[in-house]
Nanobody
Framework: QVRVVESGGGLVQAGGSLRLSCAASGRTFSNYAMGWFRQAPGQEREFVAAVAWRSGVTIYEDSLKGRFTISRDDAKNMIFLQLNSLKPEDTAIYFC???????????????WGQGTQVTVSS
């Protein structure tokens, strides 16, 4: 069982930046990848980015690539999501989760955290 805890959300003005963190514990060795998703009120959960633990290979939602960057600290079992040039439409709860494969499909992920709220004001 993998447990994840997200942090780093907050209120920021449009154009600003935030760095989200996700701490993983438990059987992390059994997981292949960690991903970030987000969910805005009344909308479905949306894939943001994912990274493979060992290789560091990353995948992104095309529309977010260039503004958001995912990274990992293997030694600390942590992943990060750097959010730059934030827009009001980026307002959502951001979640991290673990998967056995590097994928953008939410149904492939388990061990979801509680999320961290990101609010971008105009």
């Amino acid at each position: 069982q993998v447990r994840v805890v997200e942090s780093g959300g907050g209120l920021v003005q449009a154009g600003g930046s935030l760095r989200l963190s996700c701490a993983a514990s438990g059987r992390t060795f059994s997981n292949y990848a960690m991903g970030w998703f987000r969910q805005a009120p009344g909308q479905e959960r949306e894939f943001v980015a994912a990274v493979a633990w060992r290789s560091g290979v990353t995948i992104y939602e095309d529309s977010l690539k260039g503004r958001f960057t995912i990274s990992r600290d293997d030694a600390k079992n942590m992943i990060f999501l750097q959010l730059n040039s934030l827009k009001p439409e980026d307002t959502a709860i951001y979640f991290c989760a673990a998967a056995d494969t590097l994928t953008s499909l939410a149904r492939s992920y388990g061990s979801w955290g509680q999320g961290t709220q990101v609010t971008v004001s105009s």
